[in-house]
């Protein structure tokens, strides 16, 4: 939601990242209606250089938002243990 919600998210979102899965999220940039988001993944999380292939994607602040609603009703639904409706 701080992605949608924040006047410059590229600055106060920190990336999101799992070592594990070799997966990082971040905010690159910003206008007033629209954030650009760039997923990176690393495809061979044994190599010893690391070179990531990713996506970027250009998304509209209320696109954010509603997103943001529906994982939240989604993550309420599975520690609720019910299936979404």
Do not use: C, K, W
């Not at 209606?33 to 209320?62: H, K």
């Amino acid at each position: 939601m701080a992605g949608a919600h924040e006047q410059y998210p590229e600055q106060s979102v920190p990336t999101v990242a799992d070592e594990a899965s070799g997966v990082a999220v971040s905010v690159l940039e910003s206008t007033p209606f629209g954030v650009t988001i760039e997923v990176l993944v690393n495809p061979d999380l044994d190599a010893e250089i690391v070179e990531p292939d990713g996506l970027t994607f250009d998304i509209s602040r209320a696109a954010l938002v509603i997103a943001a609603h529906e994982i939240r009703e989604l993550v309420a639904a599975h520690l609720n243990g019910r299936e979404r409706s």
